[in-house]
Every structure is written in structure tokens, then in C-alpha cells.
């Protein structure tokens, strides 16, 4: 789980206090205040939860807080919350907020725009009504592809208002992607733009859209956004429609559907170690309360605040912190299209200045890519309003940490890594930004109401200092509900190796100081830039191929990405390796799931390390890659001749030690 060199930086790693600039405006101003209300929280979560709940709007209000325990449990049941009117009319309706600016657009073309929350209302009833009239109502799916626009923002606060349930999918994703996830979801509606920019081309997303169809599926209507008027779109008839259009001839008036607070609000899929995706079901009114206090108290957001998350739409975080989190707090926030060093280096820099940015929410890939580009580039730009840098999808090595906190905030900023999971709703744990004190390379705190332990095999706790499997103990309102259409794979992933708690699939040493450092996943998944990729929907696709008689895909680190997945392949005998193969094998995996998927490199090895049950012993594959050697335990092997030849292939020294 973890190395010495790890855990010797754990144990020696020290505490830096929030500067008191940043302390004296934040909702909590103290270790002291932290632990109390932790304490609070813990021994009455629902005393907590209710204070959330009170400050948010509800149609009818209940007085139970919680029933049941994990893993099944229910928030506010009986009570009735709308996403859609806590995000945008809550603020709409007020005469301070109603001309505030909700979003800000920056294409990767140049192109500029903004919306008002009172203008946002409009757009998001308009689109409710488009949904209606199309015979879409509250239980109903409908699947999402794409980016990062207020469109975007627009169709998804309006399937909130009615109930009807979305799905998210990167607009990255490939068709075969796409369509998995189409039919797993039932969606009866696609909605998508017909193209992208992304590094100065154009991703026809429409064409993706019109392959992934070429099956039997349930989708009864297409609704094309033209983000790009001059790409010719095909369009079918009776099934496809113009966004434009539908909203032209749609009223501005559409009242919020009543909701339980336990209905299903969305769909996101997730990669998972037997290689099929899975669609994980969050209940619409407890990820806004989960979402709403994750955002207030983790990121201290303010209305005031300019503020910039740049996951894109298709991963969760953006909807966690954005879309619910951001927009329920009354917030302005940036929502960028494309590559944020493109068309130069310096455009993420040059975009915090324009609105003078204040708190920024990216993955570790992205800074450690400014890291890479260089001090000199970020002394270019105004970032002087930058008080809080937040951090998450997978952990954040010291040396970004601290490059961050001096060149970006000049030794004045709060940096916040923090760690969740699609699963989890929001991120259990983080630093509470002007009490808690940071360390460079910890996830920081548990979060008011959420017990963490980390635990042996028997589901017994660990001294601190002790690498173990990092669990939940108790149920919390933004905790997914359930794995779309399979219920016994819901209880089997997360509720059947540490009876009573959640199993996060992460490793983790809780320190002497009660902070968590998460070390990495403890199953098959791998992080590549902040994205989930199962290596075994990788082999899967590998193994399609006729050259192809085994593959393996294990994940190596890498400074920027943080791991970049390498395929290790033995081949059909009639087939000879080489590089034209590789190339076709890796334009393969891009084809079937996406091209932040592509393996860095691929080995063509004569035969695998297996154990005698004949299962691939992949931790042997990442020790050779990542030392050189096979370091571990090696008496499992069934042939240990092996390791010999495997060496040679991937090393080209051919030594055992």
C-alpha cells in the first residue's frame, strides 16, 4: 500500500497554518472550532444535517432527519426538496441576487458570454417545457454529451426541475462508450451539442452521437445544440431536433415538479475492476444537501467569490461543486471549453486575471502541468486575487503543493487537497480552509457527520501511522444509493467486505495529527489526469483484437498525469510484433473508450506471471515497470522461469534481484 519513503514523509510531514488573512473571513476560524463542531456532528448528525437543511428552500418539510443505517438509509424521507429551485430561483427571486452573474463562458475560439441567475431562470424553465413537450417526465432518463457550456448547465438544471433523471458522458468518450452507457441508463432522450473545440479542432460530437445508435436502444429523441453553425450536422428526421428551435417557441414559465428528497436525481458512471461500467445512482435532494455543505465549508464560498472549477461536465466534481454546490451557495462561476494551455501556456493564467479569479478547483494534472511550464510564465499574469487552491481526483505529490503555494499564491494562499469518490458525492475529506491546518501531500479532515476509519482485513482499526483500507462508518445524504438496475452489485462493491461500513476501494494512513493521507486505489482502476479507467475494460478491448491472446494493464507513475496506463500483450503466434501493431492496438483502446485511455506503451511479452490458479499477478508487472525488478514476494508464481524472459522483454537487462 505504501512504501518506506512514504511513510517516512507522512510521519515527518509538518502543519502550516492558514494565514490569517484567509482565517479572519472564513465560515470557521480555528482548529479549536473545527473540532468542536466535528465533535458536535458526530455525536448528533442529524442536530447537524437539520442546520444544512434550514438554510436551503423546501416545498414541504418533514421532521425525521435520517432512517435506517448503511447501506440502506434515507435523508429527509417524506420531506420534498427541487434542485432547480435552490440553485437558480432562490437566487433569481431576490432582488440583491436576481441580476448577478451566475456564469461566465470561455470558449476555447475566444468566444465570451455570461448569464444572470434571473436569465438562467428563464433558459432552465424554457428547457423544462422543451422536456415536457416532448413526453419527458420525473423517473425518466435521459443521456448528456456535452462540454462545459451554459447550455450545458441549462439542460441539466432543467431535468432537476422535472424530475427526469440524467446522465452525464464525457464528451471525450467514444462511441462504443457512448452507446454502453445509452442503453445500461434505458435513456429515452440524447441531448448533446454537434461539435466541440478542443485544441484547435473540432470533435464532431453529433456523428459520435448517430454511431452509438446503431444499436437496439430506447432513445425516442436526439436535441442538437449547434455550438459550432457552420459544421454540417446530419440530422434524422422525426428523431432529431434543433435546440434553437424547441427554445424559440418555449414559455419562460415552468414551475418546479415536488420531489422527495430521496428520488433519484442522477445517473454517473464510473469504471469498476470487472470492467463494466457502473451507473451510480444519487438521490437528487440529499446530493444538494451533501453537495451545499461540502462547498460552504471546504471551499468557504461566498456569493462574493469569482470562482473556477475546471473539471469538465462529464465527471462528477463539476456537478458536485458547480452545478448544485456552487450555484446553491449564489456563487459566480467560469465555465472554459476546451484545453486549458491552449492556444498557448499561459491561457489558464490569463483567465484567472481577466475575472480575477479567487478560488480555483482543478485535478493535480493541472498543476503540475503549470509546475512543468515554469515560474517565469505564471509571473506574467495577475494572480494576486488567488486566495484558495483546491485540489482533487487523485493524491497531490508535495512538490506541486508546494510549487503551488509559492508560485501561485506567493506563500499567502490556503491550498485544499481533498479527496471523494463519484460514489461518495462530494469529498469526505478535506482541509476546512481558515481552521485547519494544511500538509503538503494530506486529503486533511474528516467532514462534519462523516466517521472515517482506516482499518486491517478484519475491518479492525490501525494505529496511526499504519497503512490500511480507508472505510466510512456511517451514512451521510450525498452517499450513492444504488448501482443503476443492479442492486446486488451495489451491496458487493461498497457494503460486503467491512460489514455495517462503507468500503471505499482506497488505502490511506490516518498520521499522529488526525490528518488522512489517501495512497492510492487497492483494486484495478487506475488514474490517469483525474479520470477512472478501469484496466480491465482496457484488456477487454485489447483482447478483441485477433493478434491478441492475453492482456494486462497496469498504471505507472507519471509527474504530470500522475499514472499513465502500460499494456502488456502476448500475441497469436501467427502474428509478429512491431510497431505497427502497437500503434494499432493503442488506436484500438482509443477507438473503445477514448483517447485519454491510450497506453503510454505496450509490451510484447512471450508469456505472463500468473499464480497456479492461472490468474495474471499484475503487481508483479507494475514492480518491474516501476523498478525494474520484482521486488515482492514471488513464491506464488507458477512458473518462476518466467520472470527471467519477462525482464529481458520489458527491460532489455534481463536480471533478477
Not at 508535495?398 to 508560485?407: C, S, T
Not at 499564491?409 to 481558515?434: C, F, K, M, Y
Not at 477514448?594 to 509490451?603: D, L, T, V, Y
Request: glycine share 8%; hydrophobic share 40%.
Amino acid at each position: 500500500m505504501a512504501n518506506e519513503e512514504t511513510l517516512k514523509l507522512i510521519a515527518e510531514s509538518t502543519k502550516v497554518a492558514p494565514p490569517d488573512s484567509y482565517r479572519s473571513a472564513s465560515y470557521l476560524q480555528s482548529e479549536a472550532a473545527y473540532v468542536e463542531k466535528y465533535r458536535a456532528s458526530i455525536e448528533d448528525p442529524e442536530g447537524f444535517w437539520r442546520e444544512i437543511a434550514d438554510e436551503l428552500t423546501w416545498q414541504h418539510r418533514e421532521n425525521v432527519i435520517v432512517t435506517g443505517d448503511l447501506p440502506d438509509f434515507q435523508f429527509f424521507p417524506g420531506s420534498q426538496i427541487n434542485v432547480a429551485e435552490n440553485c437558480v430561483d432562490r437566487h433569481a427571486n431576490h432582488p440583491l441576487s436576481r441580476n448577478k452573474v451566475a456564469l461566465f463562458f470561455e470558449g476555447e475560439n475566444g468566444e465570451r458570454r455570461s448569464v444572470t441567475y434571473l436569465q438562467l431562470q428563464r433558459e432552465v424553465s424554457k428547457f423544462a417545457n422543451v422536456l415536457q413537450s416532448l413526453g419527458l417526465q420525473k423517473g425518466d432518463v435521459v443521456s448528456v454529451y456535452m462540454q462545459n457550456l451554459i447550455e450545458t448547465y441549462v439542460v441539466l438544471l432543467a431535468c432537476f426541475r422535472l424530475g427526469v433523471i440524467y446522465n452525464t458522458v464525457f464528451a471525450g468518450f467514444s462511441a462504443e462508450a457512448l452507446r454502453e452507457r445509452i442503453v445500461s441508463s434505458k435513456a429515452k432522450a440524447v441531448i448533446c451539442a454537434n461539435g466541440s473545440y478542443r485544441r484547435g479542432k473540432v470533435l464532431r460530437l453529433k456523428e459520435i452521437v448517430d454511431e452509438a445508435l446503431e444499436c437496439e436502444n430506447d432513445v425516442e429523441h436526439v436535441i442538437v445544440y449547434r455550438r459550432v453553425p457552420e459544421l454540417e450536422t446530419p440530422m434524422t428526421a422525426d428523431r432529431d431536433h434543433d435546440y434553437d428551435t424547441l427554445m424559440a417557441s418555449a414559455s419562460a414559465e415552468c414551475p418546479v415538479v415536488p420531489l422527495d428528497a430521496n428520488d433519484p436525481g442522477l445517473l454517473i458512471f464510473t469504471s469498476g475492476t470487472s470492467g463494466k461500467p457502473k451507473g451510480i445512482v444519487h438521490a437528487g435532494g440529499g446530493f444538494l444537501i451533501g453537495t451545499y455543505a461540502y462547498t460552504k465549508y471546504q471551499l468557504d464560498l461566498r456569493p462574493e467569490d469569482v470562482y473556477w472549477n475546471t473539471a469538465d461536465i462529464g465527471w462528477l466534481t463539476s456537478h458536485i461543486f458547480v452545478l448544485v454546490g456552487g450555484l446553491a451557495l449564489g456563487t459566480t462561476t467560469i465555465l472554459y471549453e476546451g484545453a486549458i494551455d491552449y492556444p498557448h501556456q499561459g491561457r489558464l493564467y490569463e483567465v484567472m486575471e481577466r475575472y480575477q479569479v479567487n478560488k480555483i478547483f482543478s485535478a493535480p494534472t493541472a498543476f503540475r502541468m503549470m509546475l512543468k511550464y515554469g515560474l517565469e510564465l505564471a509571473q506574467k499574469y495577475d494572480l494576486s486575487s488567488l486566495s484558495l487552491l483546491v485540489s482533487v481526483g487523485e493524491p497531490l505529490n508535495p512538490e506541486a503543493w508546494q510549487w503551488m503555494r509559492k508560485a501561485l499564491g506567493r506563500g499567502d494562499v490556503v491550498i485544499n487537497n481533498t479527496w471523494g469518490q463519484t460514489e461518495t458525492g462530494g469529498t469526505p475529506l478535506a482541509s476546512i480552509p481558515g481552521a485547519t491546518a494544511m500538509k503538503a501531500g494530506s486529503c486533511g479532515v474528516p467532514f462534519f457527520g462523516h466517521q472515517l476509519e482506516v482499518v486491517d482485513n478484519e475491518g479492525k482499526p490501525v494505529p496511526d501511522g499504519t497503512p490500511g483500507y480507508l472505510i466510512i462508518r456511517n451514512p451521510f445524504p450525498s452517499l450513492a444509493r444504488d448501482i443503476f438496475g443492479d442492486h446486488d452489485r451495489y451491496l458487493r462493491s461498497y457494503f460486503a467486505q467491512v460489514p455495517g461500513a462503507y468500503f471505499t476501494g482506497d488505502s490511506a494512513v490516518r498520521d499522529t495529527d488526525g490528518q488522512f493521507w489517501v495512497l492510492g486505489r487497492v483494486d484495478d482502476v487506475i488514474n490517469v489526469s483525474g479520470h477512472r479507467i478501469s484496466t480491465m475494460e482496457m484488456e477487454s478491448s485489447l483482447i478483441n483484437h485477433p493478434a491478441v491472446v492475453e492482456a494486462a494493464v497496469v498504471g505507472q507513475p507519471d509527474e504530470v498525469k500522475g499514472a499513465v496506463p502500460v499494456a502488456f500483450i502476448t500475441l497469436d503466434k501467427t502474428f509478429t510484433a512491431n510497431e505497427e501493431l502497437a500503434t494499432e492496438l493503442k488506436q484500438k483502446i482509443v477507438s473503445d473508450i477514448g483517447s485519454f485511455a491510450r497506453p503510454e506503451r505496450i509490451h510484447f511479452v512471450e508469456a505472463m506471471p500468473k499464480t497456479r490458479s492461472g490468474k495474471i499477478i499484475r503487481r508483479m508487472l507494475r514492480e518491474i515497470i516501476q523498478n525494474g525488478e520484482v521486488r515482492g514476494d514471488v513464491t506464488g508464481l507458477e512458473d518462476s522461469d518466467i520472470l527471467e524472459k519477462l525482464l529481458l522483454d520489458v527491460t532489455g537487462q534481463g536480471n533478477l534481484v
